[in-house]
Nanobody
Framework: QVQLVESGGGLVQPGGSLTLSCAAS????????MSWYRQGSGKERELVAA????????HYSNSVKGRFTISRDNAKNTAYLQMTSLKPEDTAIYFC????????????WGQGTQVIVSS
């Protein structure tokens, strides 16, 4: 059974930091591109960051570049999103997504974790 379970969300003050985790099971983690998306209230879901499976190349949206860092630990089947200098506009539900490197129709989503940035 495939599972992606996000954790680490919560309430944080502006300027603060949080690290999200995405624990994967039920598939060969190392064969998948891992990414983080977010969806704010009334907004469309948007790509935040992605990391490739082999070379660990990373990609960030302009809105988080320089503040967020995506990483992965293939031995632990886990992807991470370190978020620093958080802003109120970062408030959203954050989702983890796995896409097979060569067969992009094979994709999985987590259930999401809420991040609220507020004073």
């Amino acid at each position: 059974q495939v599972q992606l379970v996000e954790s680490g969300g919560g309430l944080v003050q502006p300027g603060g930091s949080l690290t999200l985790s995405c624990a994967a099971s039920g598939f060969t983690f190392g064969d998948y591109i891992m990414s983080w998306y977010r969806q704010g209230s009334g907004k469309e879901r948007e790509l935040v960051a992605a990391i490739s499976s082999g070379t660990y190349n990373t990609h960030y949206s302009n809105s988080v570049k320089g503040r967020f860092t995506i990483s992965r630990d293939n031995a632990k089947n886990t992807a991470y999103l370190q978020m620093t200098s958080l802003k109120p506009e970062d408030t959203a539900i954050y989702f983890c997504k796995a896409v097979h490197t060569y067969t992009t129709s094979r994709e999985y989503w987590g259930q999401g974790t809420q991040v609220i940035v507020s004073s």
